[in-house]
């Protein structure tokens, strides 16, 4: 089992930043690909961003790309989303996830282990 507790969700303008994390608990983290997902209210979940176990490779939702990145610091068993120039339509629940599968890093479906979430609020 891993344990995931994302942080860093709240309130900020148009244009502004915020910058998310994700605490791993339980197995190693480094065995794990990271990813980021969001779902906004009476959408679906869908892809923000993901960083292999290592993080030699990143990935990004189109609509993302440019303005949010993915990190990690596997010493610290943490999961960083810088999130940049922010518009009111990124306004979601932002969760992340863990997979031990080596495909699939913007697809849901890949991943075993998801946080609890944490909210994220863009105002025009």
């Known amino acids: 089992q891993v344990q995931l507790v994302e942080s860093g969700g709240g309130w900020v303008q148009a244009g502004g930043s915020l910058r998310l994390s994700c605490a791993a608990s339980?197995?190693?983290?480094?065995?794990?690909?990271m990813g980021w997902f969001r779902q906004a209210p009476v959408k679906e979940r869908e892809s923000v961003a993901a960083?292999?176990?290592?993080?030699?490779?990143?990935y990004y939702a189109d609509s993302v790309k440019g303005r949010f990145t993915v990190s990690r610091d596997n010493a610290e068993n943490t999961v960083y989303l810088q999130m940049n120039s922010l518009k009111p339509e990124d306004t979601a629940v932002y969760y992340c996830?863990?997979?031990?599968?080596?495909?699939?890093?913007?697809?849901?479906?890949?991943?075993?282990?998801w946080g609890q979430g944490t909210q994220v609020n863009v105002s025009s």
């Open positions: 996830a863990a997979k031990s599968s080596s495909y699939g890093y913007l697809n849901s479906r890949s991943y075993d282990y």
């Open positions: 339980g197995r190693p983290f480094s065995r794990y690909d």
């Open positions: 960083i292999t176990r290592n993080g030699d490779r990143t």
